[in-house]
């Protein structure tokens, strides 16, 4: 197992145009990201599931589609890969919310058979929106459930990526898990 400072080494030498680092990287991060893809997958019903290869291929060239990312270590490319992630599973939860209302063409860059079921799809969006409305009051928890929820980052590595204290992260995510559920609740109890 390579250690972060070996893989901040090879996402810098990339970065200078060192494609023989990609090379050299490309088997190390996509295990990692398949192994994070995945825990954030697990909650997916069976039969219903956003394949999780399909979700790490496409976070994968959307990162290396842009060489000349300061990167500031491992923590940095997971960090941007949960964003990304996010970003992604948002895009196929909200284009399945089109396709259901009848709504235009719809082109989606995942594979056909990759689905995220109807229920995990409005609890997707739902956590997104309670997220913006987070960030628009403390965009520093925001930023760290992103990493946690979708990149699957630990508190040490959260804290690496965010340059916070580790019990600063702890504090933080506490204070944002009991704000989302609180916001959540609310919207639920709105739509009833």
């Known amino acids: 197992m390579p250690s972060s400072a070996e893989i901040t080494g ?26 994070l893809a995945h825990r954030y997958m697990r909650g997916e019903n069976r039969g219903h599931t956003l394949q999780t290869s399909a979700l790490v291929n496409e976070a994968f060239v959307r990162l290396i589609e842009n060489p ?21 599973l948002l895009d196929h939860a909200r284009g399945r919310g089109r396709a259901k209302r009848g709504g235009g063409a719809y082109h989606f860059s995942l594979d056909e058979a990759a689905i995220v079921s109807e229920s995990r799809a409005a609890e997707l969006i739902a956590l997104d929106d309670a997220l913006k409305d987070l960030a628009s009051l403390d965009p520093r928890k925001s930023r760290l459930v992103e990493l946690r929820f979708f990149g699957g980052l630990s508190n040490e590595e959260i804290s690496e990526v965010m340059g916070l204290s580790l019990r600063t992260v702890e504090r933080e995510w506490q204070k944002a898990k009991t704000w989302l559920h609180h916001a959540i609740s609310k919207s639920d109890l709105d739509e009833a």
């Open 10 to 35: 090879l996402l810098i030498a990339w970065r200078e145009g060192d494609q023989a680092a990609l090379e050299r990287l490309t088997p190390l991060l996509y295990r990692d990201l398949h192994r």
């Open 68 to 88: 000349r990312i300061d990167w500031q270590g491992r923590a940095h490319f997971f960090g941007l890969a949960a964003h990304i992630m996010r970003n992604i």
